[in-house]
């Protein structure tokens, strides 16, 4: 990641904030990928990076995990911008809906080791 990137402390105040509330698919995804289970990678929770706030950070692999809710089906400008310029800063990105953690979170551990193994 760029070095000269800095990440204002509201925004790192903020993810203090958000780790501890949580919504039920970040705990959900969290609880299956928290100490090393997937691939052997270290993940962090709503991780500050600029201006943005990553919902889960693998910092070995320059790798994030984004759950969408049905917000995001009204901001997929926004969201496309957002990947980019995490991309622009190294940072691969998967997107996955909450739909799917909640009513198939082993396929999206699947998902999340298959990309990490490419990334």
Same mark, same amino acid.
Request: proline letters at 4%; a positive charge.
């Given at each position: 990641?760029?070095?000269e990137v800095k990440t204002p402390k509201y925004v790192i105040?903020?993810? $203090?904030?958000l780790r501890v509330n949580m919504t039920l698919t970040e705990k959900l995804l969290?609880?299956?990928i928290n100490t090393? $289970?997937?691939n052997g990678y270290k993940f962090r929770r709503q991780h500050p990076v600029y201006r943005y706030i990553l919902d889960v950070y693998c910092a070995? #692999?320059?790798f994030a995990v984004e759950i969408d809710g049905?917000?995001?089906d009204k901001n997929k400008d926004y969201d #496309?911008?957002?990947d980019q310029l995490l991309e622009s800063l190294g940072i691969k990105t998967l997107r996955i809906k909450d739909d799917e953690v909640l009513s198939n979170?082993?396929?999206v551990i699947e998902k999340i080791k298959n990309a990490v193994k490419t990334s």
């Open positions: 990641m760029n070095p105040e903020r993810a $203090q904030e969290w609880d299956r090393r $289970q997937v070995e #692999k320059n049905g917000v995001h #496309k911008y957002r979170l082993d396929a």
